[in-house]
T-cell receptor, first 115, second 113 residues
Framework: AQKVTQAQTEISVVEKEDVTLDCVYE???????LFWYKQPPSGELVFLIR??????QNEISGRYSWNFQKSTSSFNFTITASQVVDSAVYFC????????????FGGGTRLMVKP | DTGVSQDPRHKITKRGQNVTFRCDPI?????LYWYRQTLGQGPEFLTY????????KSRLLSDRFSAERPKGSFSTLEIQRTEQGDSAMYLC???????????FGQGTRLTVV
């Protein structure tokens, strides 16, 4: 069975603060993929990033960065210099071949960025 | 291509009625997924198709739920004899192939009264 845990249900920060969203996963597969999605108030899930299990390099895209650590089964997401537009629910997800490659989502973290 | 589209965006129905939702995936995508999302939760997988073949349906919530993708293009999700507990957002997603990122539609919000 696979599982994704996002322990932080809600985070509130003031604009320009850095914030890290935690994600811990469980899977028995050695090959798997990890994802982050953003769900703004409009409701549509927006794809942010996909990493495969063999690539532990951290990634940076503008103000966003991701830290993948296989040793701790974590795939954390950091927003630098947060902005009000970053306010949304963020979901971490996992897919693996043994589970048909469908996405297993965590419960999400609601991020509120105040001006 | 404008992405994954779902129709209708909102559906209000009376308990016991049947409802059908449609999903049009991104045109070259082989995989199509259905998920359900209830308030405050992450999306929950229901079923998926590889082209026209439904490869996993054991996660459908009950035998009242069924899905089709007859020609490997658009898909429909039907709920028969709706119950109040079926009220949720139903999301469709598509991906080029397994393991690839899935792109989601805007969802169909079902309210059963």
């Amino acid at each position: 069975a696979q599982k994704v845990t996002q322990a932080q249900t809600e985070i509130s920060v003031v604009e320009k603060e850095d914030v890290t969203l935690d994600c811990v996963y469980e899977t028995r597969d050695t090959t798997y993929y990890l994802f982050w999605y953003k769900q703004p108030p409009s409701g549509e899930l927006v794809f942010l990033i996909r990493r495969n299990s063999f690539d532990e390099q951290n990634e940076i895209s503008g103000r966003y960065s991701w830290n993948f650590q296989k040793s701790t089964s974590s795939f954390n997401f950091t927003i630098t210099a947060s902005q009000v537009v970053d306010s949304a629910v963020y979901f971490c997800a996992l897919s693996a071949p043994r589970a048909g490659n469908m996405l297993t989502f965590g419960g999400g973290t609601r991020l509120m960025v105040k001006p | 291509d404008t992405g994954v589209s779902q129709d209708p965006r909102h559906k209000i129905t009376k308990r016991g009625q049947n409802v059908t939702f449609r999903c049009d995936p991104i045109s070259e995508h082989n995989r199509l997924y259905w998920y359900r999302q209830t308030l405050g939760q992450g999306p929950e997988f229901l079923t998926y198709f590889q082209n026209e073949a439904q490869l996993e349906k054991s996660r459908l919530l009950s035998d009242r739920f069924s899905a089709e993708r007859p020609k490997g293009s658009f898909s429909t999700l039907e709920i028969q004899r709706t119950e109040q507990g079926d009220s949720a957002m139903y999301l469709c997603a598509s991906s080029l192939d397994r393991g690839d990122e899935a792109f989601f539609g805007q969802g169909t919000r079902l309210t059963v009264v």
